[in-house]
């Protein structure tokens, strides 16, 4: 009668389990989110490594068949046995044998086998995976196949002016900005051209500056804010900031040699690289934004 018993427990939930697996364990396939797993349960007869059950072959039938349309799901087998189903060397030999009749099935319809990450006998260690009894006689005679679902693909955001403030956020989705502008550009800047990764006056530099010069010797009511800018390409964040704020104070230094008032310049300010002009795909591009930018207010 005690070897008697446990076959009775294991064909009793042996015939459950199939009425559990086939409606139940394609609903969770199906539901179950990305980045996620699903467990299939596999029963088996006591003692017995083969699946002789139609309707066992139809839950792995449908799992292929899953597998077939989502290519991006991997999967494991794992081999259990019930703890009077023999010695422990029975019991590991039981389990992993479980586990490969599982395997070969699966890879005798196709499958390939790189999509199989581990299959592995358990012997009569207890899984993780589904409800048990406090018997955990619901974990006896089975197989498990634990589906990984691939993580979802990234978000798709639309950036069509490519300054990396996504469109649904962006007030000049077509005109490259920055974030603090809520990513429209500066509209009323004069810009001052520097050479890149230099801080020094080169002739269109000169060029500029003279034009500022005259602007603000005709517009007596003119102040000036004086803004330093590099590109990313140029060096570090530190090199950037630093290069941007000698850019910024060399414009105030020839300002102030060609007797603009020290009182009309009202700001001077470095941005080091934080607020690029274009998406600096040409050499001209990367070029443009080594700058000062000059903005004229009236009081």
Same mark, same amino acid.
């Given at each position: 009668?005690?070897?008697?018993?446990?076959?009775?427990?294991?064909?009793?939930?042996?015939?459950? +389990?199939?009425?559990?697996?086939?409606?139940?364990?394609?609903?969770?396939?199906?539901?179950?989110?990305?980045?996620?797993?699903?467990?299939?349960?596999?029963?088996?007869?006591?003692?017995?490594?083969?699946?002789?059950?139609?309707?066992?072959?139809?839950?792995?039938?449908?799992?292929?068949?899953?597998?077939?349309?989502?290519?991006?799901?991997?999967?494991?087998?794992?081999?259990?046995?019930?703890?009077?189903?023999? $010695?422990?060397?029975?019991?590991?030999?039981?389990?992993?044998?479980?586990?490969?009749?599982?395997?070969?099935?699966?890879?005798?319809?196709?499958?390939?086998?790189?999509?199989?990450?581990?299959?592995?006998?358990?012997?009569?260690?207890?899984?993780?995976?589904?409800?048990?009894?406090?018997?955990?006689?619901?974990?006896? #005679?089975?197989?498990?196949?634990?589906?990984?679902?691939?993580?979802?693909?990234?978000?798709?955001?639309?950036?069509?002016?490519?300054?990396?403030?996504?469109? =649904?956020?962006?007030?000049?989705? /077509?005109?490259? /900005?920055?974030?603090?502008?809520?990513? #429209?550009?500066?509209?009323? +800047?004069?810009?001052?051209?520097?050479?890149?990764?230099?801080?020094?006056?080169?002739?269109?530099?000169?060029?500029?500056?003279?034009?500022?010069? =005259?602007?603000?010797?005709?517009?007596?009511?003119?102040?000036?804010?004086?803004?330093?800018?590099?590109?990313?390409?140029?060096?570090? $964040?530190?090199?950037?900031?630093?290069?941007?704020?000698?850019?910024?104070?060399?414009?105030?230094?020839?300002?102030? =040699?060609?007797?603009?008032?020290?009182?009309?310049?009202?700001?001077?300010?470095?941005?080091?690289?934080?607020?690029?002009? $274009?998406?600096?795909?040409?050499?001209?591009?990367?070029?443009?934004?080594?700058?000062?930018?000059?903005?004229?207010?009236?009081?």
């Amino acid at each position: 009668m005690k070897k008697i018993f446990p076959f009775l427990i294991c064909f009793l939930l042996l015939s459950q +389990a199939i009425l559990y697996a086939v409606p139940h364990a394609l609903k969770k396939i199906y539901q179950k989110p990305y980045s996620d797993t699903g467990i299939i349960i596999i029963p088996f007869d006591y003692k017995q490594s083969a699946l002789y059950l139609p309707h066992t072959f139809d839950v792995i039938d449908s799992v292929v068949n899953f597998l077939f349309k989502h290519e991006g799901i991997t999967l494991s087998v794992y081999g259990y046995t019930h703890f009077d189903e023999g $010695n422990d060397s029975i019991q590991k030999y039981l389990a992993l044998n479980r586990a490969l009749f599982v395997r070969d099935y699966i890879l005798g319809r196709g499958i390939n086998e790189k999509r199989l990450l581990l299959v592995k006998g358990m012997s009569s260690v207890r899984s993780v995976n589904s409800d048990v009894d406090k018997e955990g006689h619901s974990r006896n #005679c089975r197989a498990e196949l634990i589906l990984r679902y691939p993580p979802p693909p990234p978000p798709v955001i639309y950036d069509r002016d490519e300054d990396g403030i996504p469109d =649904s956020t962006d007030a000049c989705a /077509g005109e490259f /900005g920055y974030a603090a502008n809520a990513g #429209c550009p500066d509209t009323n +800047a004069m810009m001052i051209p520097f050479e890149n990764e230099a801080a020094w006056l080169a002739n269109k530099t000169y060029c500029a500056l003279d034009s500022a010069v =005259s602007i603000l010797k005709n517009h007596p009511e003119y102040t000036i804010k004086i803004e330093g800018h590099a590109h990313r390409t140029e060096g570090t $964040n530190i090199f950037c900031n630093d290069i941007a704020a000698e850019r910024a104070a060399m414009v105030k230094r020839y300002l102030l =040699s060609r007797n603009i008032a020290n009182k009309r310049i009202i700001a001077v300010e470095s941005f080091g690289n934080t607020r690029p002009i $274009n998406a600096g795909k040409t050499a001209l591009q990367i070029l443009l934004n080594a700058r000062v930018q000059l903005f004229f207010k009236t009081n």
